[in-house]
């Protein structure tokens, strides 16, 4: 389990691709001190495990299927990638309940900067969107945000990223067309679930 705080920005070394999976090389000096093989880390919000350390890197091996359905297939050397180990259960919660399982992905319409925070626009697969509300928590890149406001007939979702996030994510780096890894609160899903179950059952 994650947080969406994004603990350290990563740089891909190396990727090494097969036939069903791929090798990320990542170098983290940060995460590394805190990180053992076998760990999970969250990489762009996608859940990987760590496979191999150095002193300043590590790899994780990704499957064919999770790079054609994330945005880790844009990924490529020396891209940015938003990196947080598991969370510990006697650590504040600053963010929300993170899984590091993708529910899908969104794309960038644009990042308009402000004086005090930037304007960021995105598209979500309308399958998604019910799972939206205004002041809710959602994930986008491993980075937990609140949505600012949403339209469901364009499914346009809006966010607004103060200095702290656009300096220590990869979001201020992307552009109009890049994808972004989305992962709705696990809470709306629960409450779906209960009330179709209540309403199955009544019936």
């Not at 880390?41 to 859940?47: E, F, L, S």
């Not at 598991?86 to 794309?107: E, L, P, S």
């Not at 809710?136 to 491993?142: K, Q, R, V, Y």
């Not at 709705?184 to 779906?192: F, R, S, T």
Request: net charge negative; glycine share 10%; charged share 15%.
């Amino acid at each position: 389990m994650f947080t969406g705080l994004v603990s350290e920005l990563g740089s891909i070394t190396t990727i090494t691709r097969g036939e069903s999976s791929a090798v990320f090389t990542i170098k983290a000096p940060q995460s590394v001190a805190g990180l053992s093989v076998g760990d999970s880390i969250a990489v762009n919000g996608v859940c990987l495990t760590a496979t191999s350390l150095t002193a300043d890197s590590f790899t994780a091996d990704v499957m064919v299927q999770t790079l054609n359905l994330t945005s880790l297939s844009q990924v490529e050397t020396g891209s940015q990638v938003n990196l947080e180990l598991a969370a510990k259960m006697d650590m504040r919660m600053g963010g929300h309940i993170v899984q590091g399982h993708v529910d899908g992905v969104a794309t960038v319409l644009q990042l308009a900067p402000g004086e005090k925070w930037a304007q960021f626009d995105i598209t979500v697969p309308a399958e998604l969107m019910k799972y939206v509300v205004a002041q809710g928590s959602i994930t986008l890149d491993g980075v937990s945000l609140t949505v600012g406001s949403f339209e469901d007939g364009s499914n346009l979702v809006t966010v607004w990223l103060i200095p702290e996030t656009l300096a220590k994510t990869n979001l201020g780096g992307k552009k109009p067309g890049d994808l972004v890894n989305v992962e709705v609160d696990i809470l709306a899903k629960y409450v779906e679930r209960l009330m179709s179950t209540g309403a199955h059952n009544a019936e």
